[in-house]
């Protein structure tokens, strides 16, 4: 793989000429013709991703629709972390054939981490014949100019050659939500963990320049955001890459200085590049959000090191100690893999013993899934399927009732939540969510939506709050 490649504003330019050549076709199709659907799987990462592709298509003079049967344009983006983010996909574009079969004007896209593996665009190229346009997500950012060739000479194009990954600024963008925003700070991954596809299909580390960053911040604050979520495969390891080197708990500074009332989030981190200096940026800038995503992935040290993790448990756990001290009320989540290849079952205690001393808020928690190519794929695996699921079924019952019990805790307390949703719950007709992004199903009428309100909790279960307008 070479070098990353920075994509020139003029060539951003140029892609945006085509999304204009596109609208000139567009304009000539029956108005109701002009609508695209885009379907996202997968983390934050592609929704972020999916945000530009349809911002290019909003470009291009499409409209959006849920409705399959009535786009002009698919795009499916696509996830590779577990197989079976690849089998829904596989499974749901399979039934596309007879979509397109009514409608044959149609252009079906696949973009994304699935498609950037080897395996899975080959199966597509010789088995998936209705589908039009594969691209990875290296290629994202001359989306238009791929349009654009299709629907003037047709054919099929495939662009996921193997590279560094690209960083392009000025993509056009469209946002799914009018209160939360997702900013990726950086992309591409340089860890290498045994189990992961990422650095495979997302490419090397890049930051993104820390001016374009808080540009976007600050144009967000201004149109009323009141979340915004800094995002990245790894953003403690932001900035190493840049022309003036800097690190992420200076950009964190810098954007905690934006001035307005909003909340500052990241994910994801990676406790090896998880310092002192970013617990103690978290306690001092007051627009940071008391939580922290902090994967684990497993309690044991023999198998952290075959995962090549670069921690141990003892300094994630040190490192757990330093944060509670400077900020009492954090809130916790972390993932974690049962069942990685030749984990034990007195290793797995291990994990579970992380539980008990930490007790996480939330978790999310996965069996391990073998990715094609990545080391972990051809180690040895012997133990059962069904050993493992018993395994992660005592994991999240452990966890279920420690999230039970934390969240008994709230009961009585008044917190200031940001209200970001509206529910068809008769009784609880607003969403919110507490400094430390813990769901809370509040009683209340929509002309609070988007606004901070001290809200006092009344109740909770293992997944939620319940609470009223104070
Ligand atoms: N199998 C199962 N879980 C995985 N993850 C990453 N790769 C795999 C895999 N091959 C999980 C990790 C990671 C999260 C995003 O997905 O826990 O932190
Ligand atoms: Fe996101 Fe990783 Fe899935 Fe790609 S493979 S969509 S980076 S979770």
Redesign the pocket.
């Known amino acids: 793989m070479d070098r990353t490649t920075v994509i020139s504003s003029a060539e951003v330019q140029a892609q945006l000429a085509h999304c204009r050549a596109v609208a000139q076709l567009a304009a000539q199709w029956p108005e109701e013709t002009r609508l695209a659907f885009v379907d996202t799987y997968g983390?934050q990462q592609n929704e972020a991703d999916s945000e530009r592709i349809r911002g290019y298509l909003k470009q291009m003079g499409f409209g959006f629709t849920d409705d399959e049967e009535r786009a002009r344009i698919i795009v499916i983006n696509t996830c590779a972390?577990?197989?079976h983010a690849e089998q829904r996909v596989f499974g749901n574009v399979g039934a596309l054939v007879h979509v397109k079969r009514r409608h044959p004007e149609q252009l079906i896209c696949l973009c994304g981490c699935m498609v950037q593996q080897p395996h899975a665009a080959k199966k597509l190229r010789e088995s998936y014949r209705h589908v039009d346009l594969v691209f990875g997500p290296h290629a994202l950012w001359k989306f238009p100019e791929m349009v654009h060739a299709l629907l003037t000479q047709r054919g099929r194009t495939f662009s996921v050659e193997d590279e560094a990954g690209s960083i392009a600024e000025g993509i056009p963008v469209v946002r799914q939500d009018s209160i939360r925003a997702w900013v990726s700070i950086m992309y591409g991954c340089n860890n290498f963990?045994a189990?992961?596809?990422?650095p495979y299909v997302r490419g090397r580390e890049r930051s993104r320049r820390p001016e374009d960053i808080l540009a976007e911040v600050r144009q967000l604050v201004e149109e009323g955001y009141k979340d915004i979520t800094l995002l990245g495969q790894n953003v403690n390891s932001y900035g190493k890459d840049l022309e003036k080197p800097m690190d992420f708990s200076a950009l964190l500074e810098q954007v905690n200085a934006i001035p307005g009332d909003f909340l500052i989030r990241f994910m994801?981190s990676h406790p090896k590049d998880a310092t002192q200096k970013l617990f103690e940026t978290m306690a001092r800038c007051e627009k940071v959000a008391p939580v922290l995503h902090l994967?684990f992935?497993a309690g044991n040290d023999r198998v952290l090191k075959v995962m090549n993790r670069r921690h141990t448990r003892a300094e994630y756990l040190e490192k757990i100690k330093a944060l509670k001290a400077l900020i009492p009320d954090i809130v916790l989540t972390s993932?974690?893999?049962v069942g990685?290849p030749g984990e034990t079952a007195e290793e797995f205690e291990d994990t579970l013993k992380v539980l008990e001393e930490v007790r996480f808020d939330a978790l999310?928690?996965?069996?391990?899934?073998?990715?094609h190519g990545?080391p972990?794929?051809s180690m040895d695996d012997p133990m059962s399927r069904e050993e493992k699921l018993a395994n992660f079924n005592r994991l999240t019952a452990l966890q279920d009732a420690i999230s039970e019990e934390k969240h008994a805790a709230y009961t009585g307390k008044t917190l200031r939540c940001l209200i970001d949703g509206l529910s068809d719950d008769a009784r609880y007709g607003l969403t919110a969510r507490t400094p430390g992004n813990r769901l809370v199903r509040v009683a209340g009428d929509p002309s609070a939506l988007g606004q901070f309100r001290e809200v006092k909790i009344t109740g909770s279960n293992k997944w939620s709050l319940f609470g009223e307008l104070a």
């Open positions: 983390c972390i577990r197989e963990c189990y992961c596809i990422v994801t994967p992935q993932d974690i893999i990685f999310f928690t996965f069996i391990y899934s073998p990715r990545t972990a794929a």
